[in-house]
């Protein structure tokens, strides 16, 4: 299976909020890393036709998926970066509501929801109302719902929002299985959702995709700009308010050890180190996180 976008383009009004992307992908996680504003969501929303492209095309397998109508819409999960629920509804009920618009028999729908809802951790809360759910727990019924088809594409748009660091792992577990046969696009800015799983990276800005490859080839992308310098505490914050910091480590004898993503050494003994995604990150919208 193969999905394409073919100088896939949306404009609003004079604002172009994706500017002729082309891709191809295949099975597997695709992590969509930018800030907020690169276009993420408006791409994402375009791939599961919510949204029609000023120009360009999506192809599924070569054929164009606007002209494929329901066949396309059926292989479709999604979850949107505003996921609406029903506050009065238990998960239980919202999941066979889902179940049945997707086409589901009440008997079918109900295994499946509560398998489902064991996955994602949810399955001693299915009949709570999801109006009492905490954010995480209303996330990962999100995230429920968008498998209940067993979609061959499945979107999720900053899906690990509202989730603790142990319902992360738990997340990138559950997808990380779920995509080897499938096609996973998992737009965040949140580099540690993407770095363990994704098996390939689209890196966009400014509407366009500016980098492409496997997990290592992007982070290669970054070698020679990354820098550990030891310095003494109040120049790290010094440092802190003028360039690219990933990182501080303070010492107990008022020094600190600064990690910068830089062109150049930004002090005289800075010793370059390994990138990281993180580093990536920051090299190439470091300019948008300082504003």
């Given at each position: 299976m193969e999905l394409t976008f073919d100088r896939l383009s949306k404009q609003f009004g004079a604002r172009i909020a994706v500017d002729r992307v082309s891709a191809t992908l295949t099975p597997g996680v695709i992590g969509l890393l930018g800030a907020n504003g690169a276009g993420k969501t408006t791409l994402m929303r375009m791939v599961c036709d919510?949204?029609?492209?000023?120009?360009?095309?999506?192809?599924?397998?070569?054929?164009d998926a606007t002209s494929l109508g329901d066949e396309y819409r059926a292989?479709?999960?999604?979850?949107?970066?505003?996921?609406?629920?029903?506050?009065?509804?238990?998960?239980?009920?919202?999941?066979?509501?889902?179940?049945?618009?997707?086409g589901f028999s009440s008997r079918d729908g109900r295994?499946?929801?509560?398998?489902?809802?064991?996955?994602?951790?949810?399955?001693?809360d299915a009949k709570r109302k999801v109006k009492t759910y905490s954010g995480g727990m209303k996330q990962r019924l999100g995230i429920a719902q968008a498998m209940l088809n067993d979609p061959a594409i499945l979107v999720l748009d900053e899906p690990t929002a509202g989730l603790d660091p142990k319902e992360r792992v738990r997340f990138r577990n559950l997808i990380a299985g779920f995509a080897q046969d499938k096609i996973v696009i998992l737009s965040t800015h949140i580099v540690s959702d993407v770095e363990f799983i994704a098996s390939r990276i689209l890196v966009m800005r400014a509407g366009q995709f500016v980098m492409d490859g496997t997990p290592e080839e992007v982070v290669a992308q970054a070698a020679g700009k990354v820098w550990e310098c030891h310095v003494p505490a109040h120049q790290a914050e010094a440092m802190s308010a003028s360039l690219a910091v990933a990182n501080v480590r303070y010492a107990t004898d008022g020094h600190a050890v600064v990690r910068v993503v830089a062109?150049?050494?930004p002090t005289p003994d800075a010793k370059p180190v390994e990138p990281n995604l993180e580093d990536l990150y920051l090299h190439v919208f470091q300019d948008v996180a300082t504003k």
């Open positions: 919510v949204l029609r492209p000023t120009g360009g095309q999506i192809l599924l397998d070569g054929r292989l479709l999960g999604y979850l949107p970066q505003d996921f609406g629920y029903y506050p009065d509804f238990s998960a239980l009920d919202f999941m066979r509501y889902m179940a049945t618009l997707k295994a499946r929801s509560m398998q489902l809802l064991e996955e994602v951790g949810l399955a001693d062109d150049n050494a």
